[in-house]
Nanobody
Framework: QVQLVESGGGLVQDGGSLRLSCAAS????????VGWFRQAIGKEREFVAA????????YYAGSMKGRFTISRDNAKNTVYLQMNSLKPEDTAVYYC?????????????????WGQGTQVTVSS
């Protein structure tokens, strides 16, 4: 099982940027699909973005496309989420998740490793 630790969250103004990091340890990270999810207060956990083990395939939720970029550095066992043009509605706890295999899923259930989350707050 891979262990995940997120970092990089914080408070930013409307229109600002943040880069989240997800550091992995444990099993061979390069074989894992990695995704980012977020959960706002009172809402269900929702898909943000995911990438294949080789980073050759990426997938984004519609509202994040063009604003967020997922990338990974397997040599550093780290996945990044660059978030630009942030809006107050992006405020949530952001979670990194991982699963073995080659299929990207846009819902939480198939992911069996999760980080503890990092808070992102966008002020208006």
């Amino acid at each position: 099982q891979v262990q995940l630790v997120e970092s990089g969250g914080g408070l930013v103004q409307d229109g600002g940027s943040l880069r989240l990091s997800c550091a992995a340890s444990g099993r061979t990270f390069s074989r894992y699909i990695v995704g980012w999810f977020r959960q706002a207060i009172g809402k269900e956990r929702e898909f943000v973005a995911a990438c294949s083990w080789s980073n050759s395939t990426t997938y984004y939720a519609g509202s994040m496309k063009g604003r967020f970029t997922i990338s990974r550095d397997n040599a550093k066992n780290t996945v990044y989420l660059q978030m630009n043009s942030l809006k107050p509605e992006d405020t949530a706890v952001y979670y990194c998740a991982a699963r073995e295999g080659g299929t990207i899923y846009t819902y939480p259930t198939p992911y069996d490793a999760w980080g503890q989350g990092t808070q992102v707050t966008v002020s208006s």
